[in-house]
């Protein structure tokens, strides 16, 4: 694609500028689907209350953390450590779920990872 634009073959830059949106759609839609599974099947994956799940495959590192018990934590953040992966995400107090009936909730948060 850079050399595309760089020679200004808009044709070409355009075919790939489509795919990339195309391969975005696709890996979007099967993140959606994977985590939606994940959400409806928690209870096969809990481990003390919570589910934490790290995948890394071909230089693409996700993870994902379900909390299953509604409970107060102490401090302002909750520290999620994904060892296998290199990362940690501290979820602020402020996001927890509130004391309600709903029994289930679903909240995206995403953290920039360093490459190095």
Known sequence: ???????????????????????????????????????KHADEFLEHDQVLIAKKQAGI?????????????RGALKPIVYPEIGLQVDIPKVIQPPRRSTPHQYRTLAAPVNST
């Open 1 to 39: 694609m850079a050399g595309a634009q760089c020679s200004g073959d808009n044709t070409t830059q355009a075919g790939c500028e489509q795919f990339l949106h195309e391969l975005r759609a696709t890996s979007s839609t099967k993140l959606d689907s994977c985590s939606l599974y994940m959400v």
């Open 61 to 73: 590192r996700i993870g994902m953390w379900i909390n299953m018990v509604v409970k107060n934590f």
